[in-house]
């Protein structure tokens, strides 16, 4: 059975000026399991104009009433969640509980900007001299053309969403092909819950299309990107041309440091179940496995049973802790990188290889001896890989840490206050996790350095991303 979805421009669910669709793909068999509309340059430009429209309404609508409506939509996706989170298994293929956990995460976003939202204040600033008034505002930036990933189809989305509309700002939202049904249910939370016509805008279509079309347009004033860290330097320098502020979350290679002084079986539990979520395709996930020389042994060894647990299928059964890789470019891209790994001197300790004949299943691979001049140990692997190194001492992992351009995530095991103290300072990361890996939460700021970007998405940080700051001075009249 196939689902279709439609875009969202000015209020109303369209399918394009043109009439034509893609087809959208189930990872796990290979199957056209929906379609969805796509876009062309009529279509941006409405978008565009509805965003630009609704601007005025929705910044001059009250905090107070804005925080009304994003927390019924919050309350809508939450009675919605497992009818969301079944398309979202089906285009995506993670496990259903994780899809559910997403969904529900998605509403608890909602819920925090919503009223965090009411919260943006400014500020009085004392002046110098007699009569001398002088305070900070916030206002919001404008109309935003935002772009996300399909590894976390609503996740993804609504940091941006939410954050926007709380801090008063409209969106034009290009989200992901591979999985439009997930993202296009949100807007659809929104638009039920009372969002007024225009405010959000959701477009799907030729990805390079869009953001050439989008990001120049002199109606769009804020650009926040989620994806790979290539795509967001092309995009990040557009934006810059044309003076657009900017939030880019990208790629990560995110080591994980492990001390001999650390309980070693709960890191091994933790970083596999870090890894291993959604096979792979997380940004922070964990993947480069640093592990001092005295535990190696008994870090594998639980590392190893952690694996052999995992059981991979289908998302839609519920047994299943793992599913497939997105398509078939990301299975094949995956491979080639165990197979470079394995030609230099890696030996592979677990998987490696591609399961049945059908859908894009990878089974979970573990590989140690990694030089540090394979493939895997510089490009953000993407997959159910994980890369097990060993060092002596704290200054060789500070130093493997910080190795690679990227900077998102990190992870550190240890019982030593000294060295979370020191590795706080010393590795050069957005995130820096300490004994577990819940670092993506509505109130604490996400994002890299680096070649992962700029900007922060959660937190208050996330919420400024979206207000311009204005300094009003005022000398009395005497």
Known sequence: MTHHVSLLIDGKWTEGSAGQTIEVINPATEEVCATVAKAELADLEKATQAAARSFPVWSKTSPYDRSHIMRRAADLLRERRDHVARLLTIENGKPISQARLEVESAADMLDWFAEEGRRSYGRVIAGRAQGVHQYKISEPVGPVAAFTPWNFPISQVVKKLAAALAAGCTLVIKAAEETPASAAELVRACVDAGIPEGAVNLVFGVPSQISEYLIPHPMIRKVSFTGSTAVGKQLASLAGLHMKRATMELGGHAPAIVFSDSDVEQAAKLIAAAKYRNAGQVCIAPTRLIVQKPVYDDFMSSFLKEVDAIKVGDGLDESVTMGPLIHERRLQAVEELVRDAARRGGEIHAGGK????????????????????????????????????????????????????YGLASYVYTRSTDIISRMSSAIESGIVAFNHTAVALPETPFGGIKDSGHGSEGGVEGLEAYLNTKFVTQLSAT
């Not at 049945?356 to 691979?365: I, K, R, S």
């Not at 060789?396 to 190795?403: S, Y």
């Open 354 to 405: 591609r399961m049945g004949n059908a859908g894009y299943f990878l089974e979970p691979t573990v590989i140690s001896g990694t030089p540090s001049d394979a493939e895997a140990m510089n490009t953000e692997v993407f997959g159910p890989v994980a890369l097990v190194g060993t060092f002596a001492e704290a200054d060789d992992a500070i130093a493997e840490a910080n190795r690679l351009p």
